[in-house]
């Protein structure tokens, strides 16, 4: 549910926040972990979840103690920004359901298989949807043009929870899929009694996970260097990301990994301090407990222009230009 995210955004963001070694990474769940994680849910549900995160916590703080964040300078930079495209296609592709009103449609464990699911009902998408979700993008480009110190999502999310609730009231006579209509309820608190189990399959799959997370955080650190011009401490940041995915599984998240696409977000909205991030939890907290009912009412199409937003400001131009001229 979104419950668990919002759990592992909190716990994970803090810890890492506090013995990280970026000023700028915030760490959370991620969609570069999400097919890894729904792949091994498929096959043995959800209750070994809580323990796979406890696992992947301790395989990175094993990774810790064995340096091997030392051999990550050998990674090529175009390696780093292939990476950051793929994050950000994931991250815009997979809101094309959401966007278009495609919803029931059947679910698969490849991200490549999903989107053609996706392709394949476009005579079935609502046009009213299309409309918010094109509109709700359009705002925040051009909020960006006029008032570029002010985050586009924050303006625009009171106005989507009002559509959602006029909508759902039946005020209006257009309907819009609210996060409340997908999701149904969700009560607020920041801890849920784990249950742990241990399996082969959830072996396998958290040293996969563990893999991932190491790459996409010490990634996601160096693109936050490169864009701010510092240097993060590798050592505290694989300690702080061990820590975090240990914290979460025993308060019943699932894995967390630097998140790419908040992070360039963290940066280009002013952040100068590991502060930030633990500012973000706090405030994540603060937000679900006095405002997760009227966020129910929020349309999964203006969520929708929320990523793929963050998606294209994900990409940046020029250095792809570079590599094209190195040819």
């Given at each position: 549910t979104p419950l668990v995210g919002i759990i592992t955004?909190?716990?994970?963001?803090?810890?890492?926040?506090?013995?990280?070694?970026?000023?700028?990474n915030v760490v959370g769940p991620t969609g570069a972990l999400s097919g890894l994680i729904a792949a091994y849910v498929a096959m043995n549900g959800t209750g070994g979840i809580p323990t796979l995160t406890v696992i992947v916590g301790l395989m990175i703080l094993a990774a810790y103690l064995l340096r091997l964040e030392r051999y990550l300078i050998?990674?090529?930079?175009?390696?780093?920004?292939?990476?950051?495209?793929?994050?950000?296609?994931?991250i815009a592709f997979g809101q094309l359901n959401s966007a278009l009103?495609?919803?029931?449609?059947?679910?698969?464990?490849?991200?490549?298989?999903?989107?053609?699911?996706?392709?394949?009902?476009?005579p079935q998408a609502s046009l009213p949807t299309a409309l918010v979700f094109a509109l709700s993008l359009a705002s925040l480009f051009v909020l960006r043009r006029f008032l570029p110190k002010v985050p586009g999502a924050l303006l625009l999310s009171p106005f989507g929870i009002i559509l959602g609730y006029i909508s759902a009231r039946g005020i209006i006579p257009v309907k819009v899929a609210t996060l409340g209509?997908?999701?149904?309820?969700?009560?607020?608190?920041?801890?849920?009694?784990?249950?742990?189990?241990?399996?082969?399959?959830?072996?396998?799959?958290?040293?996969?996970i563990a893999l991932v997370a190491i790459l996409e955080t010490m990634l996601s650190a160096k693109i936050a260097d490169g864009m701010t011009h510092t240097k993060h401490d590798e050592r505290k940041e694989m300690l702080g990301l061990g820590l975090a995915n240990v914290v979460?599984?025993?308060?019943?998240?699932?894995?967390?990994?630097?998140?790419?696409?908040?992070?360039s977000l963290n940066i280009k909205t002013g952040a100068s301090h590991r502060t930030s991030a633990a500012l973000s939890a706090l405030f994540l907290a603060l937000i679900?407990?006095?405002?997760?009912?009227?966020?129910?009412?929020?349309?999964?199409?203006?969520?929708?222009?929320?990523?793929?937003?963050?998606?294209?400001?994900?990409?940046?131009?020029?250095?792809?230009?570079?590599?094209?001229?190195?040819?």
């Open positions: 955004a909190v716990w994970a963001g803090s810890v890492a926040a506090i013995f990280g070694g970026s000023h700028f050998f990674i090529p930079s175009s390696v780093i920004n292939g990476f950051t495209l793929g994050v950000a296609l994931i009103g495609l919803y029931g449609l059947p679910k698969h464990e490849s991200f490549f298989h999903n989107v053609l699911e996706s392709l394949r009902h476009l209509s997908v999701f149904g309820d969700v009560p607020f608190h920041l801890f849920q009694l784990p249950h742990l189990e241990l399996s082969p399959t959830l072996l396998v799959t958290a040293a996969a979460v599984g025993l308060v019943g998240g699932i894995p967390a990994t630097a998140a790419l696409a908040r992070t679900s407990f006095f405002l997760l009912p009227s966020f129910r009412y929020i349309p999964m199409a203006v969520i929708a222009s929320i990523l793929a937003y963050v998606a294209v400001n994900m990409v940046e131009k020029e250095h792809f230009m570079r590599f094209y001229r190195y040819q």
